[in-house]
């Protein structure tokens, strides 16, 4: 944001003030994220694929140790399943996402969000 002082009149010592928006300035959208909003009352034994974005997926222990967490605890199939740059989607019931939570906490993964992401086709 640009703000120009310009006086009145040439021979005018007060001055407005005028707002000129940056030319630098633009939008970035990639950034946004639609989600649908999560019911934990939802009873139905439909699954639903659940994002959980997890920190240091970065590194490849973190992936093996994260699979191989998910694979023992006998919740989650292996179809089920699918990595991604920054966290883990798994295909899974509503009800699911607070044992999966408790898992992972206490396998010390640290989890930043857990959501579903929007899709206008379903």
Known sequence: MRIVLIPYSSSSKAYKLLYKPSVKRRLVMNKILLINRLDPQES???KDKVFFMIGDMNKPSAENRLIDVLNKSGIIKCEDI???YNG????INIQQIPTIVKILVNEDFDIYGIYQLYNPEE
């Open 44 to 46: 139905s034994d439909t």
């Open 82 to 84: 699918i990595l991604k």
């Open 88 to 91: 883990i989607e798994l295909n």
